[in-house]
């Protein structure tokens, strides 16, 4: 199996990288992560990669839609493009991605949110859940288009939510579970097993019920 080469997003700590990473290294999956971009100096997803040998890129980036915005969009598509990238994973990305990268790499470009998508968009997927009362809370993996957290989606994972549940011991659970869902799903790609119809991201030679994670604990 031909290895892809994977290029990552990411402005905090990188755990969700860190497991792509992990993977790739013991063969488990057929890539190689090649680029981490933050736009934070200081995030731990950059020293991640310099200790794996990676190329660790910082790029700022300004207020969505001001002419410094688009600039950063352009230096991030640039870098990626040169450093061949066949997919970019968002990994706790915050920033919102541009016009340019979105159009360098259609449904090449995958993002994980700690929610039931289309349910709990934003930046606080868990405690929303928790404050609706949902009795499942858990993460989705998509891929990325101009619609804020509302890309073809590709694999979920499903937690049960417990009576005693806090934001952190919820967020945790759904972590966990991150780190299994991201990797299967890239796996996916490098077999070229996805194709976009639409709203809909098939997986071909997947049963439906592998799509889904379930955790009961």
């Not at 488990?28 to 981490?36: H, K, S």
């Not at 933050?38 to 300004?62: F, Q, Y």
């Amino acid at each position: 199996m031909p290895t892809i080469r994977l290029g990552a997003l990411a402005s905090g700590g990188g755990t969700n990288l860190q497991s792509i990473i992990d993977r790739c290294e013991d063969g488990r999956l057929d890539a190689e992560v090649v680029m981490v971009i933050s736009d934070r100096l200081e995030a731990g997803a950059l020293e991640r990669a310099r200790k794996h040998g990676i190329a660790a890129l910082h790029v700022p980036v300004a207020k969505t839609g001001t002419d410094e915005w688009l600039e950063a969009d352009r230096r991030i598509t640039d870098a990626f493009l040169e450093a061949r990238v066949d997919l970019i994973c968002m990994a706790g990305y915050m920033r919102v991605i541009g016009p340019h990268l979105l159009g360098a790499f259609p449904h090449r470009i995958m993002n994980i949110h700690p929610a039931l998508l289309p349910a709990f968009k934003g930046m606080h997927g868990q405690r929303d859940a928790l404050e609706y009362g949902t009795k499942v809370a858990g993460a989705t993996v998509h891929f990325a288009d101009p619609d804020f957290d509302m890309g073809p989606i590709i694999i979920q994972a499903v937690v049960l939510v417990r009576e005693d549940d806090t934001e952190a011991t919820l967020a945790a659970r759904i972590l966990r579970q991150e780190h299994e869902i991201y990797p299967q799903a890239v796996q996916w790609f490098a077999e070229g097993r996805l194709r976009v119809e639409g709203r809909r991201c098939v997986v071909e030679g997947v049963d439906t019920a592998a799509r889904i994670s379930i955790d009961a604990s």
